[in-house]
């Protein structure tokens, strides 16, 4: 049995996410149908993650187990001439039999893209979210100081996403060891965010306040009381799907 990771970059533009669904064209579900026309067995693909419909991908990372023997060089330029355009293995190894993508897994990073021009190209719609109304880019980089490092993120977990009674159940706790916004041209700004990781809607639902902070809806005073409230009723909106990229996992 040989256990292989694959590094896997795609657009999520139209997909419904990464999970397998019965009913749905996803990302997983394109490139576990294309590893069983090359290995000839049932395989099932694990990811580092979910990703929701609309977020793209430079470095989701996944395993899978098999029988088969065929080279990994072969089954990148194997897998890349079955897969759709908007998917692509950039890399794939043998790693031991201990490897497994999610459980090994150290952090991961993600970054959210803005355009805050007047007119957004129809070539950068999918890719970055129009905010033309950032007024107080500052507001957002003192509000950024209170969310690294070690906190309880409840107020930006999408709400009814676990079963808190669940046995054995992690918490809300979470550790950004990064958490930045940067200008990357005259009209475009970029999130980025390292995490040991994520709970569900988590970025989208940060971003989503701290763009009302970024407009002058919402204080910073208020930013910090939304964090320590651990109440999703208490933050702001879930920004769109399609300015998020899970940049890269570290193990």
Not at 114 to 140: K, M, W
Not at 208 to 230: D, K, M, V, W, Y
């Amino acid at each position: 049995m040989r256990n292989i990771k694959l590094t896997i970059a795609y657009d999520g533009s139209n997909y419904s996410g990464w999970q397998r669904q019965l009913n749905a064209v996803t990302i997983q579900g394109e490139i576990e149908e294309r590893i069983q026309l090359i290995s000839n067995h049932p395989i099932s693909l694990h990811g580092a993650g979910r990703t929701d419909a609309g977020v793209h991908a430079r470095g989701m990372v996944a395993n899978f187990q098999t029988t088969s023997s065929i080279a990994c060089p072969a089954l990148m330029k194997g897998l890349n001439s079955l897969l759709p355009g908007a998917i692509r293995i950039v890399d794939a190894t043998e790693e031991g039999l201990d490897f497994h993508a999610r459980f090994s897994a150290k952090a991961k990073t993600y970054s959210y893209s803005l355009f805050t021009g007047p007119v957004q190209s129809p070539l950068e719609r999918l890719y970055a979210v129009h905010f033309p109304d950032l007024r107080c880019p500052q507001n957002i980089l003192s509000c950024l100081v209170k969310i690294k490092g070690t906190h309880d993120f409840a107020s930006f977990e999408a709400s009814g996403s676990r079963d808190l009674s669940a046995p054995g159940i992690r918490g809300s706790i979470r550790t950004l060891h990064e958490a930045t916004f940067v200008q990357t041209a005259p009209t475009a700004y970029r999130f980025q965010f390292t995490g040991d990781g994520f709970l569900r809607h988590m970025v989208r639902n940060m971003v989503g306040t701290l763009l009302e902070a970024g407009n002058g809806r919402r204080s910073i005073p208020e930013f910090e009381r939304i964090l320590l409230a651990r109440n999703r009723s208490s933050a702001g909106p879930t920004a769109p799907a399609h300015g998020l990229v899970l940049e890269k996992i570290t193990y």
